[in-house]
């Protein structure tokens, strides 16, 4: 199924869902961010990266549908381990430092008042 018809329907797929992105987040706007909430928008925009991603993988790359090995599956599937650990990685880095670098409530309100007393 290599034929334009496959090309033509990943394209209409692929157009559908890079427009739903922005039309969920209008909606959450036009609704004064009362609906879809955000962690359902956060949600939404997640599970709708994913279908792209698979939309363009079998449509336009046609993963899966070679007849030998699946070296280049499971390349693929190696680059997306990948990926989720240097990633994740650096979420959990960056939300460590900023654990580790903002001041809890305490300290920064005697270091307001220190501030406040030297004027």
């Known amino acids: 199924m290599t034929s334009a018809r496959s090309y ?15 039309a969920l987040l209008w909606l959450h706007i036009y609704n004064h961010h009362r609906f879809p909430t955000h962690p359902e928008l ?19 790359l046609h993963i899966g549908r070679e007849s030998g090995p ?12 990948i990926v989720f650990i240097v990633a994740g990685g650096a979420l959990w880095i960056m939300q460590d430092l ?22």
């Open 70 to 81: 699946r070296w280049r599956l499971m390349a693929l599937f190696f680059a997306i381990v």
């Open 42 to 60: 956060y949600a939404a925009a997640v599970v709708l990266a994913v279908l792209q991603l698979v939309v363009q993988l079998v449509f336009f």
């Open 8 to 22: 033509i329907i990943g394209y209409i797929l692929s157009v559908i869902l890079t427009l739903l992105a922005p």
């Open 98 to 119: 900023n654990g580790r670098m903002m001041p809890d409530q305490a300290q920064m309100l005697q270091y307001m008042s220190e501030q406040d007393g030297g004027i």
